[in-house]
């Protein structure tokens, strides 16, 4: 297995010769967002294979599974759909917009993102160019002066979202600054002034006002219509997205007739595209803003099978364990830190038959795998998936199920499974 710092210094060397080739980002090294900048994509597929096959290779092998191929994106370049930048001036003089150098808060000025949506960027550079002819004072962190801290854009299938936060709710000109930037993009469907007056690291505060239309964009994903608030979690690839949740349904086997639950479920997507393949669906997520997204993506969807609850997912999985209360398939989809101890003891108690995990930390993921492992789960599919091109994150989908119930010996002889390894047949 190749050390840490070994690893370290191939990408440094593969990201310099990159470099020389002019094929890597100008700004990559500074920015630090896109670690496999200038790589050619199938080396960068390559090298995701094997980082995720360093990590769960023997954890996967005691099950007798071997990780699948990863799923590439056909557009590994302008995919994102979130696009955020900081605003800041220099001198009091020009307008810089970008991103916070790796590890500081000085900010990079970027004109163009090779992985940010390009309608996005364009309206990014619109936005300073409108700047000085409205007098907005960008706002410096350490006086804790001025107007405008960051923009969010979000770019949906039917519409774009521009969220300009504040450090206070005044903003003089405002209906003239969003009346000029729609007579450049018509396709901008809604403004949003968020307030974020607190000195934090956080883009976005607790307080919206709208300035323009719904206050929230719909995407369209395969048949169904999503509402996007402007701090609800929403998929940043919606490629690859398709492909994801296509592949979580697959590994889920519904017929039909199952109770799902949908924890960590964000504005429901997963749910709801399972919602009509299952008896029915429980979704579960902390935040109440995506929770009242979700239940509008319920009810704008026609889909009567579901509903949602804003709680810790942890903790309902506690409560549902003292019940008793048991669903035939689980779907988890946790932030990048992973599950809890505490969840996967109460998934274990409560023998759920059948667990998709969706991950996007593989580390936290090599560790709850294991914490399933040792409470009775099997692990019989393991699939990467690449959300993130020119980064090195992956996402990947795991089905886990029930090693045979009360089993006394570690050597598990069921052949008469469908996803039967080949160590199993030799056994
Ligand atoms: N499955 C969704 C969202 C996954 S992202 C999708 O594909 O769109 C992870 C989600 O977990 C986020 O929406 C986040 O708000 C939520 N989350 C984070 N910590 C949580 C917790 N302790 N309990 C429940 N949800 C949590």
């Known amino acids: 297995m190749q050390s840490k710092a070994g690893a370290e210094d191939k990408k440094l060397q593969s990201f310099a010769s990159a470099q020389a080739a002019n094929r890597a980002c100008p700004y990559a090294l500074k920015c630090g967002g896109c670690d496999y900048s200038g790589l050619p994509y199938t080396v960068q597929l390559e090298n995701k294979q094997k980082r995720m096959e360093e990590l769960l290779g023997a954890i996967l092998k005691k099950d007798g599974v071997t990780l699948s191929p990863i799923v590439g994106a056909d557009n590994p370049f302008h995919y994102r759909n979130k696009v955020h930048s900081v605003f800041v001036s220099e001198r009091k003089k020009t307008v810089q917009r970008g991103i916070y150098e790796k590890n500081s808060h000085r900010v990079i000025d970027i004109k163009e993102c090779r992985i940010e949506n390009e309608k996005a960027n364009e309206i990014m550079e619109e936005i300073r160019r409108l700047i000085p002819s409205f007098k907005i004072q960008m706002y410096d962190e350490d006086r804790e002066r001025g107007l405008l801290r960051h923009v969010l854009i979000r770019v949906a299938s039917k519409g774009i979202m521009v969220i300009l936060v504040t450090s206070t709710s005044m903003f003089p000109g405002k209906k003239n600054f969003v009346t000029a930037l729609r007579r450049k993009f018509p396709e901008i469907t809604t403004v949003v002034q968020n307030i974020n007056n607190k000195r934090t690291s956080m883009v976005l505060g607790e307080r919206n006002e709208v300035l323009y239309g719904p206050g929230f964009v719909v995407d369209d994903r395969l048949g169904l219509d999503f509402r996007i608030s402007p701090d609800s979690f929403y998929q940043v690839n919606s490629e690859q997205t398709v492909k994801l949740y296509g592949l979580v349904l697959e590994v889920a086997g519904l017929t039909g007739r199952e109770t799902v639950w949908d924890l960590y ?47 810790d997912a942890t903790d309902y999985m506690k409560q549902a364990r003292g019940r008793g209360e048991c669903p035939d398939v689980l779907c988890m989809d946790p932030p990048r830190s992973g599950s809890t101890k505490e969840f996967i003891e109460a998934a274990a108690a409560l023998k759920i038959p059948r667990i998709v995990y969706v991950s996007c930390g593989p580390e936290s993921l090599a560790r709850d795998l294991i914490c399933f492992q040792k409470r009775g789960y099997k692990i019989r599919r393991a699939v990467p998936v690449d959300m993130f091109p020119q980064t090195e994150h992956v996402e990947t989908v795991c089905l886990l199920s029930q090693r045979k119930p009360d089993t006394t010996i570690e050597v598990d002889l069921d052949i008469s499974e469908l996803e039967v390894s080949s160590a199993e047949t030799k056994a």
């Open 265 to 311: 479920c964000g504005t429901g997507t997963i749910g709801m595209f399972m919602a009509s393949h299952a008896k029915e669906v429980l979704g579960v997520e902390l935040n109440k803003n995506a929770v009242t997204d979700a239940k509008n993506n319920a009810r704008v969807n026609a889909i009567t099978n579901i509903r949602f609850l804003a709680q």
